[in-house]
């Protein structure tokens, strides 16, 4: 099957058949979230025993684990950075995390984001800390509800953070869309599917630095300008609950030491 | 040709002071593509094919169309598939083998304009509601790499598309019978695909190979023709303002509707 079909199958399992309609009359959303709210997330750091660093999220039904190692010695050597340290991303959907079954052999799809969201964390490391090194960002979808992109960014965000990874900041993540002619924020697989448009974006938000920006669908330039105001909105949120979590690990366990 | 480091750092400087300056070492303005030429029909054995040489960067597509099956959730549509390929002889960074990130992205890119846009009205394109369907593959062929690949190929592939000719055909009993002459393959829309490098804060549009080089980030933007966006994607270790994100589409707003228009009567 060619590469859309794969996608095409991603998106349409689910919940069988999409509903007549996914907004109401008074905007109230199918889960019954509003137009501007972003699903209830849960955002968890360090649970993994053998990585330098680890994260997971669950926002809505999306389960998502990230892990980081490094920096390490890079193998082969040749590709090892003069000034800097290499960033590897890989992120990766379970067999399991649709609905129907999907090979464990990366998808064009899954290459194309590993790209988008290794450029998307790269900006806030000080990777020029390690020349000739490596850092590898490892992100495995166990479960996806749409916006997994952006919730596997927030959770790698936290992920190089435990690893005690030098950051400029933590970057965070949140798509925004069009549904039935409404604006919405934080798509789930049934809205992206159905919907106009979705537009992924991540940012760091004491640098005012988007680092991923993708948009597929169709919007006006007035639309896609709300779109954006929209999505850097939800980041703010978003990096609310990463530095939560931060705390909860790092800043509860202090406190009770003493 | 193996350009020694230095030489490489000093040039990089230059393109990056220039472009601080308003300037480009090309004499290009900021917001200035470079000069497009455009061939079509240059492959008679493809029903469709385009070859579009932006400065030195030079792409070649050809569209073929084949019977297949249709997406189950989209039983009346044809479908599309593009494919880019980086093929070696069009750089010395370029390698024979499966197609990487950068042509995967690539091809991904051009696939979104096209589709979102819904250029190709597939839904003609149906032999027989969920058993059969027309297939368009766009095959992107990188001949030269002298930067910005995505535009020229953007550009390339909807110009083979405006030349895509099929078989006159009826259908009977769920089988095609061929039937004398050609017809253009229905087109619906025109996405094009305006792309930015950020060098030095500033936004430059089209950025060639060496521009790319010294980049923080790029930007695509694909506007379709009633100037809706169509598709976005960022690349590269830098970032974007939201404001320059904001400049950035304002500007291939005009650019998309320039680039049209050369595209389109040609």
């Not at chain 1, 399991?96 to 988008?116: H, N, T």
């Not at chain 2, 250029?119 to 062929?141: N, R, S």
């Not at chain 2, 030349?163 to 004398?180: A, C, L, R, S």
């Amino acid at each position: 099957m060619s590469k859309k079909s794969s996608e095409k199958l991603e998106k349409s399992e689910k919940t069988g058949k999409t509903p007549e309609k996914l907004i109401n009359k008074n905007d109230v959303r199918l889960d019954g979230r509003k137009l501007n709210e972003l699903r209830p997330a849960k955002l968890e750091v360090g649970i993994l025993a053998n990585a330098d660093g680890s994260a997971y999220i669950e926002q809505g039904k999306n389960k998502i684990l990230a892990a980081v190692y490094g920096p390490k010695e890079l193998h082969p050597k040749h590709l090892a950075l003069p000034d800097r340290a290499l960033l590897h991303c890989r992120y990766h959907m379970a067999p399991f995390s649709v609905q129907e079954r999907k090979s464990p052999a990366p998808s064009r799809r899954e290459i194309e984001l590993s790209k988008v969201i290794r450029e998307a964390l790269e900006p806030s490391i000080f990777a020029e800390y390690y020349p000739r090194t490596s850092i590898d960002i490892f992100i495995e979808v166990l479960q996806a509800d749409g916006g997994t992109r952006c919730a596997g960014i927030t959770v790698a965000s936290l992920a190089l953070a435990d690893a005690g990874i030098p950051m400029r900041d933590l970057v965070s993540a949140c798509a925004a869309g069009k549904v039935e002619d409404h604006l919405v924020l934080d798509l789930t697989d049934t809205e992206d599917k159905a919907g106009e448009a979705d537009m992924p974006l991540a940012f760091m938000p004491n640098f005012n630095a988007i680092t991923l920006l993708q948009m597929d669908g169709k919007l006006t330039s007035d639309e896609f300008e709300q779109a954006v105001n929209m999505a850097v909105e939800g980041c703010k949120q978003m990096y609310t609950l990463q530095k939560e979590a931060l705390k909860a690990k790092y800043l509860v366990k202090e406190a009770t030491e003493e | 040709m193996t350009i020694p480091a230095m030489v490489v750092r000093v040039k990089q400087k230059r393109i990056a002071e220039l472009v601080s300056h308003g300037k480009r070492l090309d004499e290009r303005r900021l917001d200035e593509y470079r000069k497009i030429q455009l061939e079509t029909g240059v492959i008679e054995r493809a029903e469709g094919s385009a070859r579009i040489r932006l400065g030195k960067t030079e792409v070649m597509v050809g569209i073929k169309i084949e019977t297949g099956e249709p997406f189950p959730d989209t039983p009346n549509e044809g479908v599309l598939t593009v494919n880019a390929e980086l093929v070696p002889l069009a750089s010395p960074t370029f390698e024979a083998g499966p197609p990487d990130e950068n042509s995967i992205e690539l091809a991904r890119i051009v696939d979104r304009g096209i589709r979102e846009s819904k250029a190709i009205a597939t839904e003609k394109l149906c032999i027989t509601p969920g058993k059969k369907v027309f297939v368009v593959f766009v095959d992107v062929y990188v001949l030269n790499h002298d930067g910005n690949l995505i535009d020229a190929s953007a550009m390339a592939a909807l110009a083979a598309l405006l030349n895509t000719k099929m078989f006159n055909y009826e259908v009977k009993d769920g089988e095609i019978q061929v039937k004398p002459g050609y017809t253009q393959i229905p087109i619906a829309n025109y996405p094009i695909a305006v792309t930015f490098a950020k060098i030095n804060d500033k936004l430059v549009v089209d950025p060639w190979l060496e521009e790319e080089q010294v980049m923080d980030a790029r930007l695509t933007i694909t506007m379709d023709k009633d100037s809706k966006v169509c598709a976005v994607q960022k690349g590269g270790y830098g970032y974007f303002s939201k404001e320059q994100i904001l400049e950035v589409a304002k500007i291939a707003k005009e650019k998309s509707e320039e680039l049209r228009k050369i595209l389109v009567k040609s």
